[in-house]
């Protein structure tokens, strides 16, 4: 039989604004850390060293620390730091408006040389103020005659200019933003940890195969496995206690005996 109830009203009381708007940006945060995993091609799997979660309002960071926990596990990452130098991890970027600023000048390929030599601190004034003045041209630029985005930062990127600028992120750690939400990874990968990202892949594969035989929970298995990859049966052997509890394994062992007889076992 089927039975229709009416759907529940939202009492607003109960609502959390503050929380919702938290929350709705660590969406954003864990889907850039995601984005940057596939773009250096880390599987989730693989632990990573650090995330930095940038903004210069620090209130703004102390809202993310009762959370913290749950994205380092969401992100398989072992620490997130904070960091309100916002300048060291995105830089403004000036490209000149065809339609306003060539027709200033009479000429398009001067206002790119013009505009894309501002520094970011002079970029910076032009978006409080909405204009300046360039004094080798005579003439003002205005917030209409520019595109002005922020682009991220690497270790050898040409902004930093002057003795006082922040230092860009340190060789292998890579930055990704969306609007005022600015991360950065560490995504500098170990032997540890590419040796951990291995055994569970290999757990992972364990609980598949503990799936299709229909095992309960209960049921503890015993393992038996065959790699000619002398890396694989290396984290399989540093990473067995771990591979057991995430597996429910009663013993895991190499047994060189399935290469010759792959009938033997259930092929993972």
């Not at 938290?22 to 984005?35: D, E, N, P, S, Y």
């Not at 080798?136 to 985005?149: F, S």
Request: aromatic share 8%.
């Amino acid at each position: 039989s089927v039975h229709l109830e009416g759907y529940p009203n939202v009492d607003e009381k109960f609502r959390d604004k503050e929380i919702e708007s938290v929350m709705q940006r660590i969406i954003k945060i864990l889907v850039l850390a995601r984005q940057l995993r596939d773009k250096l091609h880390i599987k989730i799997k693989t632990p990573l060293r650090e995330l930095i979660i940038v903004d210069r309002n620090e209130s703004v960071l102390n809202t993310y620390k009762p959370f913290e926990e749950a994205m380092k596990s969401e992100l398989n990452i072992q620490k997130i730091s904070y960091d309100t130098s916002k300048r060291r991890y995105i830089m403004p970027l000036c490209e000149p408006n065809p339609r306003t600023l060539a027709k200033k000048l009479g000429n398009f390929t001067i206002g790119q040389s013009l505009v894309g030599a501002l520094h970011w601190k002079t970029i910076e004034k032009l978006q409080k103020e909405g204009k300046i003045f360039n004094r080798d041209m005579g003439i003002w630029i205005t917030l209409e005659d520019v595109n002005i985005k922020a682009v991220p930062r690497s270790h050898d990127d040409k902004f930093s200019c002057r003795d006082d600028d922040p230092k860009p992120p340190d060789q292998g750690y890579h930055v990704a933003n969306e609007g005022d939400i600015i991360v950065c990874l560490d995504g500098r990968v170990t032997d540890r940890m590419r040796s951990e990202g291995l055994a569970r892949e290999f757990a992972s594969l364990i609980n598949k195969a503990r799936k299709t035989l229909g095992m309960e929970k209960s049921q503890k298995a015993i393992v038996r496995f065959y790699t000619n990859s002398t890396t694989l049966q290396d984290a399989i052997n540093q990473n067995s206690v771990k591979i057991t509890s995430q597996a429910i394994c009663d013993s895991i062992s190499f047994d060189f005996s399935l290469f010759s007889d792959p009938k033997a076992f259930h092929s993972l």
